[in-house]
């Protein structure tokens, strides 16, 4: 049981009221500005609608020379260059991705994503939507099979919005899913209008959602096939994003809400209530304080930390050991944060890992001391003043010359056909990103490479 026992150029003018629209969903996209190291303990062709390289082509001017003091370089355990794939929604474009792996079909996985159409956003500048397929490997590249459908997503229409974000009362469909198993079942978060502050987080099976083998494959229930609005224990914001469910040992489901400037979680129930912030009693203040990222305070600050992924479940030893048990002391929950920094009209997001104790009261076991790299991500290139600032299309790619590039995780899972929510330090999982709010894109890797500079609290 879920809860234990009971983001763009144009060819023609676009007219005022839509760049008024764009402009308030601009404030949404981007308004959330909201030891010993743990490896010694761990043991160790179809036609496009746009073109999408396979990974084991180029990918620009790349990390050869990242520096390794101050990143983890992480490798593809699968394609040939150990650089990342793109992921193809064939006659689609897509932006913020999710992968899991299908409940029954072998190499095969279930794939989300916003949909980021700029014709359709020309015409509908407020309707938005989620696509979905099933997806195989083709030449490097995580491809959808057929076209995708979109996902038919119930949203509300409350409107709550106010002030500078009253537009936002016009919304129609959902943003940024998340797509996740749970322990049991496959679980999809989306923003929306909200019953009580603006934008809020809703939650729901994903299961009903799609048709698995002709409607004769069903998973458990989780008591949560209706749309339910996650609350959270006051105050709200006004634009509330990128919550995250974790459970414990029990099956007990929990929300997450923020871990910056300080973490705060609750309990969730059946109708999307929620108890007390439970943060406080977890004491992660001297950890926090020792290993989070700096960020730049002030009026002026373009920076800050916010949570990126879903949760997964990890014990620290191999699979591959018998002796290898879960248990309290070797089994965390697993996540990925990101510190954000905006220079010259461009934002760039470093990510960090978190492990957090899966009893109450949830302590974080430890925090990453430096980010990872993700391997083929570009790094700034020597040109000429003139083209410093020039955008261009570079294999399926659109790159700034100037600064790193962009790449921004929304969602993890395990590879494997038939994992779910827990796994072992010697498993694989994807990592699913954007890359410059134009191309998605993936990476499979060992999850304990992902852990390798964890600081320990």
Not at 195 to 221: S, V
Request: charged share 20%.
């Amino acid at each position: 049981m879920l809860f234990g026992k009971p983001e763009r150029s144009a060819r023609f003018l676009v007219p005022l009221f839509i760049i008024f629209i764009s402009t308030a969903f601009v404030v949404y996209e981007w308004g959330a500005f909201l030891s010993q190291p743990i490896r010694h303990i761990l043991p160790l062709d179809t036609e496009n609608y746009f073109s999408i390289p396979t990974s084991s082509g180029d990918h620009g001017t790349v990390d050869k020379e990242v520096d390794p003091k101050e990143y983890r370089q992480i490798y593809s355990v699968s394609t040939a260059d150990r650089k990342y794939f793109f992921i193809d929604f064939v006659d689609k474009r897509s932006i913020n991705p999710n992968i899991i792996p299908h409940p029954f079909l072998e190499d095969t996985w279930v794939l989300v994503a916003q949909r980021h159409d700029p014709e359709e956003f020309s015409q509908h500048p407020m309707s938005f939507a989620e696509l979905s397929c099933n997806a195989i490997f083709q030449n490097g590249t995580l491809r959808c099979l057929e076209s995708p459908s979109i996902l038919p997503i119930e949203t509300k229409s409350y409107v709550k919005c106010e002030g500078d974000l009253v537009v936002l009362n016009m919304n129609q469909g959902p943003h940024d899913a998340r797509m996740f198993y749970g322990p049991e079942a496959p679980h999809i978060i989306y923003g929306s209008n909200s019953e009580f502050t603006c934008f809020g987080q809703w939650m729901q099976d994903l299961g009903p959602l799609i048709d698995w083998r002709n409607g004769t494959f069903a998973f458990p229930d989780t008591d949560l096939k209706n749309v339910t609005e996650i609350q959270r224990p006051p105050p709200y914001g006004a634009l509330e994003k990128n919550f995250f469910l974790f459970w414990d040992k029990g099956g007990q489901a929990y929300v997450h809400y923020d871990v910056s400037p300080t973490r705060s979680f609750a309990k969730l129930e059946l109708d999307g209530s929620v108890g007390e912030d439970l943060a406080p009693l977890a004491g992660d203040e001297t950890c926090m304080a020792k290993y989070m990222p700096p960020i730049k305070t002030g009026n002026d600050s373009k920076e800050s930390i916010h949570q990126a992924t879903n949760s997964l479940s990890v014990t620290l030893c191999k699979r591959s050991d018998p002796s290898c048990q879960p248990n309290d002391s070797n089994t965390f929950i697993f996540t990925i944060f990101q510190h954000k920094r905006y220079h010259m009209f461009h934002s760039v997001y470093e990510p960090f890992a978190m492990l957090f104790e899966k009893k109450s009261p949830f302590k974080i076991h430890g925090i990453s001391e430096k980010p990872f790299w993700i391997h083929g991500r570009w790094k700034p290139s020597d040109v000429e003043e003139p083209e410093m600032m020039k955008e261009r299309i570079e294999n399926g790619k659109i790159r700034n010359y100037n600064q790193t590039e962009m790449m921004y995780i929304t969602s993890m899972s395990w590879k494997s056909s038939g994992q779910k929510y827990h796994g072992y330090i010697d498993d694989v999982v994807f990592l699913a990103f954007g890359i410059e709010d134009f191309q998605s894109a993936g990476i499979d890797v060992v999850v304990g490479d992902l852990l390798l500079d964890i600081g320990l609290c």
